[in-house]
């Protein structure tokens, strides 16, 4: 039984940082890429990163690319994303995913477990 748990969020002014972590629980972590999806009321879930198996590739949407980073710790089945120049319109509920794949996918339909969400509000 694969759990992810999300921590971090919270509320910071435009331009500053956060950072949202992602505790998986279950076996073979190191088997999964980990995606993190931010949704806000009445729009869809919106690809923010992912990472896959051992760190070694990660991808990120367009929106957030060279200001978010995400990493990865096989070692304590933990998952980052670092976010900087933090903007209103990144405010969101943050939710990370996990699917037992080689590559990594873009779409939350591939990805079979999700976390509770996590608030991050960034005020102008």
């Known amino acids: 039984q694969v759990q992810l748990v999300e921590s971090g969020g919270g509320l910071v002014q435009a331009g500053g940082s956060l950072g949202v972590s992602c505790l998986f629980s279950?076996?073979?972590?190191?088997?999964?890429?980990i995606g993190w999806f931010r949704q806000t009321p009445g729009k869809e879930r919106e690809f923010v990163a992912a990472i896959n198996w051992n760190g070694g590739n990660t991808f990120y949407g367009d929106s957030v690319k060279g200001r978010f980073t995400i990493t990865r710790d096989n070692a304590k089945n933990m998952v980052y994303l670092q976010m900087n120049s933090l903007k209103p319109e990144d405010t969101a509920v943050y939710y990370c995913a996990a699917y037992k794949g080689a590559v990594i996918e873009l779409s939350p339909d591939y990805y079979d477990y999700w976390g509770q969400g996590t608030q991050v509000t960034v005020s102008s």
């Open positions: 279950g076996r073979s972590f190191g088997m999964y890429a």
